[in-house]
């Protein structure tokens, strides 16, 4: 794919497995999109202070502390069921970390309209060549995989699709998220019926001819973002800027903020001896290839967990009688 | 504490001597403390080398810190022997309450023991890591940080227990059976600090100094040397306030407002918790060689 260029080091947003049969590829998701639009932040013009939003009751007015908020659904004008964090938490789909393939079904069987996220899959922990096997399958038949799959807490549907040398899992819109379209005022699929002659056609296919090209993302460019940039750059050089101090952020979201933050950091932590980092990683890589290392991520590493367990409760014996004899 | 203990007890000089400003707690009243704790102290100090922090003027006085002596006049304190710890003064040790109250008839305010005990002075049964705080570092930090040595060393597999230091900081132990020497080991707690500092090093330094760390935390494990000591649980603090050392459950942390949570003034209701959070920690000795594989380290 040609975005690869500038886009930073590819970060794992997933891992699992795709599955179906007794078929199993350990595989890590990376997100194959980036946003690239033009973000116009607000300033206050008297004072170039950054503007921002505030939570407020809209019956006073006021603002409204974060744990006063809880949340409701509206189920009909007016009336309102509560639900608490927990409650919602639980009506999550399980996650199953795989990408359950249901069936194959025709390449060309999806229409555009249901395509909504793409997310690159590439293989893990040895699952290579049973990857490009699929890969090679898929392409051979034409076809593609549909599959269900959990990604923070929200099952998709997904189309496991072969791109070149890798493979892609588009996230599908639901069938009930797709608009009818019956009530639009489209002429009839029948050529005959809507009126149109042979020679009208073949004229269209003519033309249509003369403009054929082959399709390359290159070649088009957001032209209103690069008006933009190259307006800021002229700006920049005519000394036209305004210095804004970002304020100290209250104490409330400042905590929260870490908070969420510090998930991350563990997620991280987690992460950071399942791949290997660094200077040692040499040694890490090596140990781990062996045969019965670890096949998927998570499984294997409770799997380690449980076997130190078991000494733990030999150990505790030793330490018992040490205890005894001192 | 039965009669025999408190008949027993060294007798303690001055002890209507203030020896915290702040706090207003006299020398006798720190004896007392010791001799309160002494149950939930004893088996921290028992069977290690023990270095003691004397402060003849009180806090905020010059500090000794005694790791050897050739004669001692504390009563019941043990003399090592001298070859353990070679070119030195016997090490100290304190295996008796009235060892303990007999320290502080001599001003000790801290205690602070060695990651090994003296009958296998060369293979510690304990990693020590000192999380303290460096300039603009705040409490939370310091409470996420432990949380983030927390997360990494349960997934290399390994226990680790938690105690305010009863100064600014938190010491993260993990019990070790005693398998390998010094080096290894503080070469393992070198080498966990520096994963530390390579995978989030927006929160971590794995280089002491303060040039090193303003605003960022360095783990540090050069408290798993030879002869390197921390301080020992249920031990005060030579700070005003007079902080205690605290054994923690995890589930603690999140909540505590300070290192200095409890102190030799209200320490009381704490005592009745005593080493409970640290229960697990025998039965949790564990070895390193798996833990050693997965981050790569060679002994």
Same mark, same amino acid.
């Given at each position: 794919?040609?975005?690869?260029?500038?886009?930073?080091?590819?970060r794992?947003?997933?891992?699992?497995?795709?599955?179906?049969?007794?078929?199993?590829i350990?595989?890590?998701?990376?997100?194959?999109?980036?946003?690239?639009?033009?973000d116009?932040?607000?300033?206050?013009?008297?004072t170039?202070?950054?503007?921002?939003?505030?939570?407020?009751?809209?019956?006073?007015?006021?603002?409204?502390?974060?744990?006063?908020?809880?949340?409701?659904?509206?189920?009909? &004008?007016?009336?309102?069921?509560v639900? $608490?964090?927990?409650?919602?938490? &639980?009506?999550?789909?399980?996650?199953?970390?795989t990408?359950?393939?249901?069936?194959?079904?025709?390449?060309?069987?999806?229409?555009f309209?249901?395509?909504e996220?793409?997310?690159?899959?590439?293989?893990?922990?040895?699952?290579?060549?049973?990857?490009?096997?699929?890969?090679?399958?898929?392409?051979?038949?034409?076809?593609?995989?549909?599959?269900?799959?959990v990604?923070?807490?929200?099952?998709?549907?997904a189309?496991?699709?072969?791109?070149?040398?890798?493979?892609?899992?588009?996230?599908?819109?639901?069938?009930?998220?797709?608009?009818?379209?019956?009530?639009?005022?489209?002429?009839?699929?029948?050529?005959?019926?809507?009126?149109?002659?042979?020679s009208?056609?073949?004229m269209a296919?003519?033309?249509?001819?003369d403009? $054929?090209?082959?399709?390359?993302?290159?070649?088009?460019? &957001?032209?209103?973002?690069?008006?933009?940039?190259?307006l800021?750059?002229?700006?920049?050089?005519?000394?036209?800027?305004?210095?804004?101090?970002?304020?100290?952020?209250?104490?409330?979201?400042?905590?929260?903020?870490?908070?969420?933050?510090?998930?991350?950091?563990?997620?991280?932590?987690?992460? $950071?001896?399942?791949?290997?980092?660094?200077?040692?990683?040499?040694?890490?890589? $090596?140990?781990?290839?062996?045969?019965?290392?670890?096949t998927h991520?998570?499984?294997?590493?409770?799997?380690?967990?449980?076997?130190?367990a078991?000494?733990?409760s030999?150990?505790?014996?030793a330490?018992?009688?040490?205890?005894?004899?001192? | 504490?039965?009669?025999?203990?408190?008949?027993?007890?060294?007798?303690?000089?001055?002890?209507?001597?203030?020896?915290?400003?702040a706090s207003?707690?006299?020398?006798?009243?720190?004896?007392?403390?010791?001799?309160?704790?002494?149950?939930?102290?004893?088996?921290?100090?028992k069977?290690?080398?023990?270095?003691? /922090?004397?402060?003849?003027e009180? %806090?905020?006085?010059?500090? =000794? =810190?005694?790791?050897?002596?050739?004669?001692?006049?504390?009563?019941?304190? !043990?003399?090592?022997?001298?070859a353990?710890?070679?070119?030195?003064?016997?090490?100290?040790?304190?295996?008796?309450?009235?060892?303990?109250?007999?320290?502080?008839? =001599?001003?000790?305010?801290?205690?602070?023991?060695?990651?090994?005990?003296?009958?296998?002075?060369?293979?510690?049964?304990?990693?020590?890591?000192?999380?303290?705080?460096?300039e603009?570092?705040?409490?939370?930090?310091?409470?996420?940080?432990?949380?983030?040595?927390? %997360?990494?060393?349960?997934?290399?597999?390994?226990?680790?227990?938690?105690?305010?230091?009863g100064?600014?900081?938190?010491?993260?132990? /993990?019990?070790?059976?005693?398998?390998?020497?010094w080096?290894?080991?503080?070469?393992f707690?070198?080498?966990?600090?520096?994963?530390?500092?390579?995978? /989030?090093?927006?929160?971590?330094?794995?280089?002491?100094g303060?040039?090193?760390? /303003?605003? !960022?935390?360095?783990?540090?494990?050069?408290?798993?040397? =030879?002869?390197?000591?921390?301080?020992c649980?249920?031990?005060?603090?030579?700070?005003?306030?007079?902080? %205690?050392?605290?054994p923690?459950?995890?589930?603690?942390?999140?909540?505590?407002?300070?290192?200095?949570?409890w102190?030799?003034?209200?320490?009381?209701?704490?005592?009745a %918790?005593?080493?409970?959070?640290?229960?697990?920690?025998?039965?949790?000795?564990?070895?390193?060689?798996a833990?050693?594989?997965?981050?790569?380290?060679?002994?």
């Amino acid at each position: 794919m040609a975005v690869s260029k500038k886009a930073p080091a590819p970060r794992v947003l997933w891992k699992g497995a795709i599955s179906f049969g007794l078929v199993h590829i350990p595989v890590a998701l990376y997100s194959a999109t980036t946003s690239q639009a033009i973000d116009f932040d607000w300033l206050d013009k008297r004072t170039m202070d950054p503007v921002g939003y505030k939570r407020i009751n809209k019956k006073t007015g006021k603002e409204i502390a974060r744990e006063n908020i809880v949340k409701g659904i509206e189920y009909e &004008d007016g009336e309102y069921v509560v639900l $608490s964090d927990k409650e919602i938490a &639980d009506a999550y789909p399980k996650t199953t970390q795989t990408i359950e393939i249901e069936s194959f079904v025709p390449a060309n069987a999806i229409p555009f309209v249901y395509l909504e996220r793409p997310y690159y899959v590439a293989p893990i922990n040895r699952g290579a060549k049973v990857y490009a096997l699929l890969r090679e399958t898929l392409q051979r038949t034409g076809r593609i995989g549909m599959a269900r799959v959990v990604i923070q807490t929200k099952q998709h549907l997904a189309a496991l699709v072969p791109v070149g040398p890798g493979l892609v899992l588009n996230l599908l819109r639901w069938g009930a998220d797709i608009r009818p379209w019956t009530d639009l005022p489209l002429p009839s699929e029948d050529a005959k019926k809507a009126g149109l002659r042979e020679s009208e056609i073949k004229m269209a296919e003519q033309l249509v001819e003369d403009m $054929s090209a082959e399709w390359d993302p290159a070649d088009y460019k &957001d032209e209103f973002k690069d008006e933009i940039l190259r307006l800021v750059d002229r700006k920049v050089a005519a000394g036209q800027t305004e210095t804004v101090t970002q304020p100290e952020p209250e104490e409330g979201e400042g905590t929260e903020g870490r908070g969420a933050k510090i998930i991350d950091l563990t997620e991280l932590l987690q992460r $950071s001896l399942r791949q290997g980092s660094g200077g040692k990683a040499a040694v890490t890589t $090596s140990t781990r290839g062996k045969p019965g290392g670890k096949t998927h991520g998570k499984a294997g590493a409770k799997s380690t967990g449980t076997a130190a367990a078991r000494k733990r409760s030999t150990a505790a014996k030793a330490a018992s009688t040490r205890r005894g004899a001192a | 504490m039965n009669d025999r203990m408190s008949t027993d007890a060294p007798r303690i000089t001055h002890p209507e001597r203030v020896i915290d400003a702040a706090s207003g707690i006299t020398k006798g009243e720190l004896a007392a403390y010791y001799q309160t704790v002494a149950p939930l102290i004893l088996p921290h100090l028992k069977g290690r080398p023990v270095a003691l /922090v004397r402060a003849p003027e009180g %806090v905020g006085g010059e500090l =000794f =810190f005694q790791k050897h002596a050739r004669h001692s006049d504390i009563a019941g304190i !043990k003399l090592l022997d001298p070859a353990l710890d070679p070119g030195h003064d016997p090490l100290l040790q304190i295996d008796t309450a009235r060892a303990l109250v007999g320290a502080a008839q =001599f001003n000790t305010i801290e205690l602070h023991t060695w990651n090994a005990t003296s009958r296998a002075i060369g293979k510690p049964d304990r990693m020590t890591f000192d999380l303290d705080p460096g300039e603009g570092v705040d409490w939370q930090q310091i409470q996420e940080a432990a949380l983030l040595v927390h %997360v990494l060393l349960d997934e290399l597999g390994l226990p680790a227990f938690v105690k305010t230091s009863g100064g600014k900081g938190l010491h993260v132990v /993990v019990p070790l059976r005693r398998q390998f020497g010094w080096d290894e080991v503080r070469g393992f707690s070198r080498a966990i600090v520096e994963h530390l500092a390579r995978t /989030v090093p927006q929160r971590f330094v794995a280089k002491s100094g303060p040039r090193n760390r /303003v605003g !960022k935390i360095f783990p540090d494990y050069l408290r798993n040397g =030879f002869g390197a000591t921390t301080a020992c649980a249920w031990s005060v603090r030579s700070r005003p306030g007079l902080g %205690v050392s605290v054994p923690l459950a995890w589930e603690e942390l999140p909540d505590l407002g300070s290192a200095a949570h409890w102190t030799v003034t209200n320490i009381g209701p704490r005592l009745a %918790v005593g080493n409970a959070p640290w229960d697990a920690m025998e039965g949790s000795r564990t070895t390193l060689g798996a833990a050693m594989r997965m981050l790569g380290y060679m002994p």
